[in-house]
């Protein structure tokens, strides 16, 4: 089975988040480290993963992308606050 997975990222001050989608989380979260995604992330150097979340179903996942795309910074940061408080790197733990 595939999983597919949402990630939020931020910079080394926790100022900025993103939030992506992929099927291959270790992949993308590198090409973010990296600076192999061009644009928004490699601007701002947003290269640390704080929070992230598995799906079997990828519409699952991009349906749960666009609800948090959708909702105000301050959830953002308390759903990364609730699992992630001291805004830890996760990419290593992965590994």
Do not use: C
């Not at 001050?13 to 480290?33: E, M, P």
């Not at 644009?39 to 349906?63: M, P, Q």
Request: proline share 1%; net charge positive.
């Amino acid at each position: 089975m595939r999983y597919s997975y949402i990630y939020i990222l931020t910079n080394k001050l926790n100022s900025v988040l993103y939030i992506g989608v992929t099927n291959n989380l270790i992949k993308r979260v590198w090409q973010h480290k990296n600076k192999e995604a061009d644009g928004f992330t490699s601007r701002y150097n947003i290269d640390k993963l704080v929070y992230f979340e598995i799906f079997e179903d990828i519409i699952e996942a991009i349906k749960r992308e666009k609800q948090l795309k959708g909702g105000s910074r301050q959830k953002k940061l308390d759903l990364v606050m609730k699992n992630n408080p001291d805004f830890r790197d996760l990419y290593d733990e992965l590994l």
